[in-house]
């Protein structure tokens, strides 16, 4: 895992060096500051580390804390042009998730006119979550990525996940009844608002499939993490 983040981290500093003008001071400094972080953190998956410091974390392997490791070394000119970066970066990555969430519609053989109220309302859903990532996000895409799995757990209402690997790191028993089931509230919940938002456009043909491949698709992810979970606290228990 360390490996790929630092490769993250090096490309980061790569584009931020061309976008900035960084110095090979600045370079050298913003990644020994980063690397000083994340090994800090190799301890969290452990289960020797503080969970508390999961916000941390989060921040540093979404981004946002090179944002603030930046703010002590630049210039007010690098400072400027780091914020109209930021501006360009959060707008594209906004226009990428609207396209990939119309993308994902294309089994209900939307209309061209459909097709365009639908991007509407998923350019509007993606401006208000591109900024409010939740760091049970950032982490369980990261435990994904490692495996080539690209996924919004957020879009999939599976964020509470979390909560179960935490407690296995720690060595705790998780109640999986209890967990399956608040990861089951949250992920109808995001099912129907999902559902929902599109009322206005899809027919209720439409609406029904929709739905129906949301809950297929989370259902999937749902328990092939927790079965994965579950084998890895009878594990660690079988250690101890």
Do not use: I, N, R
């Given at each position: 895992m360390k490996k790929r983040q630092m490769d993250k981290i090096n490309a980061r500093i790569a584009k931020l060096t061309a976008e900035l003008d960084l110095t090979p001071e600045q370079q050298a400094k913003l990644r020994q500051t980063l690397e000083a972080k994340l090994n800090g953190f190799e301890s969290m998956f452990s289960g020797d580390g503080d969970p508390s410091q999961m916000n941390e974390l989060s921040m540093l392997l979404s981004g946002n804390g090179t944002d603030q490791v930046l703010e002590s070394l630049l210039t007010p000119e690098q400072k400027a042009a780091h914020e109209a970066l930021k501006t360009r970066e959060l707008a594209n990555r906004v226009e990428s998730k609207a396209l990939k969430s119309l993308a994902k519609?294309?089994?209900?053989?939307?209309?061209?006119?459909?097709?365009?109220?639908?991007?509407a309302i998923l350019y509007a859903d993606a401006e208000t979550t591109a900024e409010t990532t939740s760091p049970e996000n950032t982490m369980l895409s990261l435990m994904t990525d490692g495996m080539g799995i690209d996924l919004d757990f957020e879009d999939l209402g599976l964020s509470g996940a979390l909560e179960m690997e935490e407690s296995v790191a720690s060595g705790e028993r998780p109640d999986p009844a209890e967990v399956m089931a608040r990861m089951k509230e949250s992920r109808m919940q995001r099912v129907n608002e999902k559902v929902e938002a599109l009322r206005p456009v899809l027919n209720e043909t439409q609406l029904e499939a929709y739905r129906k491949n949301l809950e297929s698709k989370s259902e999937g992810m749902l328990g092939g993490m927790f079965g994965g979970m579950e084998v890895r606290g009878l594990e660690a228990g079988d250690d101890e």
């Open positions: 519609l294309s089994f209900l053989d939307l209309s061209q006119q459909q097709k365009d109220a639908a991007y």
